[in-house]
Each structure stands twice: as structure tokens, then as C-alpha cells.
Nanobody, 118 residues
Framework: VQLQASGGGLVQAGGSLRLRCAASGLTFSSYDMGWFRQAPGKEREFVVAASWSGVTTYDTDSMKGRFTISRDNAKNTVLLQMSSLKPEDTAVYYC????????????WGQGTLVTVSS
């Protein structure tokens, strides 16, 4: 079972990035998929999730307007489109999987670094 995150990089404030998470070794449609992030010196925090059926949950309203999650169950991928990025969005972004009806995010990717310059 593997989650492979990609798409991070350096972007100027106000810019956009799209992160991609490719899943393998699991029945993708049986899992909720989520994105988390960990900024330097801070704890990892929840960003957004998409249930197996595509219902989305955001951590805060501020992210809801700037971050969009989508998933393609046929391709076993989940995307995180980020726009209007701010320096405080700088973090390592992780994708994670949670079996439907479970409360625990049990599968984690390796993370991809997003750096937003001011």
C-alpha cells in the first residue's frame, strides 16, 4: 500500500499549485482521502478531505475558498488545487487515506514541500 504525493515547489504569494496523490495497493473507492500539512515548528494539521463518494470537508472557511480537493476513483488519484497562496501556507503537505467508516487516518504518503515566498 502506497500513497505518492507530488507537485510541491516554490511559488510566489498569490500563486497557485496543484498537488497530486497517487494511491496503489488499496481499493481506492473504499477510502476517504485527505490532505494534511505541517509547517516548520508546528504540528501537522488537517486541511481538507474527500470521502469515497466525493463529499468534501474543509478545516476552515479560509481554506474552502482557496483550496479544492478532487478525486478520481478510476485513476486512484486525489488532487489538491491551491490558489491565492500565502506565505503561511508554506508546509510539507501529506496525503492520507482513511478506510470508510473509520475515524483513523491509517495510510500516509511521504509529503511534498510547498514554499510560498512573499
Amino acid at each position: 500500500v502506497q500513497l505518492q504525493a507530488s507537485g510541491g515547489g516554490l511559488v510566489q504569494a498569490g500563486g497557485s499549485l496543484r498537488l497530486r496523490c497517487a494511491a496503489s495497493g488499496l481499493t481506492f473507492s473504499s477510502y476517504d482521502m485527505g490532505w494534511f500539512r505541517q509547517a516548520p515548528g508546528k504540528e501537522r494539521e488537517f486541511v481538507v478531505a474527500a470521502s469515497w463518494s466525493g463529499v468534501t470537508t474543509y478545516d476552515t472557511d479560509s481554506m474552502k475558498g482557496r483550496f479544492t480537493i478532487s478525486r478520481d476513483n478510476a485513476k486512484n488519484t486525489v488532487l489538491l488545487q491551491m490558489s491565492s497562496l500565502k506565505p503561511e501556507d508554506t508546509a510539507v503537505y501529506y496525503c492520507a487515506a482513511r478506510r470508510v467508516s473509520s475515524s483513523r487516518w491509517s495510510i500516509w504518503g511521504q509529503g511534498t514541500l510547498v514554499t510560498v515566498s512573499s
